[in-house]
């Protein structure tokens, strides 16, 4: 991806100070430099290398979580360029002790949610007086919505294998190529989010 086009930021009083392999943020808290976290504060005072960085490890995340609540690829690749924008031009609103992944993919399920409404705004009479068919639109946000509150117990890696192989629709074995991992550990790792998933559906009276 080509960054040449990204508008100017404002540059923020660094919050860290940097060395070859780890940042060091103000209060003694420290982390690895290719975290998302560092990546993301690295990106606030504008540092296309670590944006670009953040872009690699994010995209694919990012991308899938979108398709999750649209079910369009084409449009979830819009949301994802969208997310990114707004990454770039929000970054310095990120709070170091927060969580940058699950930030990130708050902007990218607002930003699909907008694509769906303006989506949904576009749509033909025909479509709009079809009860039916609002009826199903509304059956499967929530069930989506439903699946986003569920996949926040997981970790990273197994949400992400929760998606492609629900998703997408993935086998075990496209999985481990797509996460470069051995089809061993992403049975196992999926087996064992299925088991959190189905725990906490049934704490909250889903089963």
Request: with cysteine.
């Amino acid at each position: 991806m080509s960054f040449a086009f990204w508008f100017s930021k404002k540059i923020i009083k660094p919050q860290y100070i940097a060395d070859s392999d780890r940042l060091y943020i103000e209060g003694g808290e420290d982390m690895p430099k290719d975290s998302t976290n560092a990546l993301i504060m690295m990106t606030a005072q504008g540092d296309t290398a670590a944006f670009e960085t953040l872009y690699r490890q994010m995209r694919k995340p990012v991308y899938f979580y979108a398709l999750h609540f649209c079910g369009d690829h084409a449009l979830a690749e819009d949301v994802m360029q969208d997310t990114f924008v707004t990454v770039w031009g929000k970054s310095s609103s990120f709070t170091p002790g927060g969580d940058g992944r699950s930030w990130m993919l708050s902007i990218a399920k607002n930003k699909a949610l907008d694509a769906l409404k303006k989506q949904k705004r576009l749509s033909s009479l025909d479509e709009l007086g079809d009860a039916g068919c609002d009826d199903r639109r509304l059956a499967s946000f929530e069930n989506k919505t439903v699946l986003d509150d569920l996949l926040r117990i997981l970790n990273a890696k197994q949400s992400d294998v929760v998606l492609l192989r629900h998703v997408v629709g993935l086998s075990l074995t496209e999985i481990a190529r797509e996460l470069n991992m051995k089809k061993g550990t992403v049975f196992w790792m999926y087996n064992n989010a299925i088991k959190k998933l189905r725990a906490e559906a049934k704490r909250i009276g889903l089963l």
